[in-house]
């Protein structure tokens, strides 16, 4: 089992930037892929950016691409991700989640795929 708790949600108004947080605890490999999703009122939960717990490729969706950065701290157990230049489109809730095993790059972007989910924080950007 993993458990995950995000964090560092809020208001910002547009432009400003935001960092969240996910604490997790529990077993993961070098082949878990570490995402994040996110979820506007009325939408389908949508990718945000993933990697796996070893390092190499970061993914990105095209929305975010250039804005957002995926980061860890290995100390923490903690998978960040850095949010700039926000947009009124951005606002949703966000979730972390783990895909405990190995699966290729390609399907990284589907929920479906993930077995453990956080919460969620809700980010709003509005002026």
């Known amino acids: 089992q993993v458990q995950l708790v995000e964090s560092g949600g809020g208001f910002v108004q547009p432009g400003g930037s935001l960092r969240l947080s996910c604490v997790f605890s529990?077993?993961?490999?070098?082949?878990?892929?570490m995402a994040w999703f996110r979820q506007a009122p009325g939408a389908e939960r949508e990718f945000v950016a993933a990697?796996?717990?070893?390092?190499?490729?970061?993914v990105y969706g095209d929305a975010v691409k250039g804005r957002f950065t995926w980061s860890r701290d290995n100390a923490k157990s903690t998978v960040l991700l850095q949010m700039n230049s926000l947009k009124t489109e951005d606002t949703a809730v966000y979730y972390c989640?783990?895909?405990?095993?190995?699966?290729?790059?390609?399907?990284?972007?589907?929920?479906?795929?993930?077995?453990?989910w956080g919460q969620g924080t809700q980010v709003t950007v509005s002026s």
């Open positions: 529990g077993r993961i490999s070098g082949d878990s892929v």
């Open positions: 989640a783990v895909r405990a095993r190995r699966i290729i790059v390609g399907e990284w972007k589907r929920p479906s795929n993930y077995d453990y």
């Open positions: 990697r796996s717990w070893s390092g190499g490729t970061t």
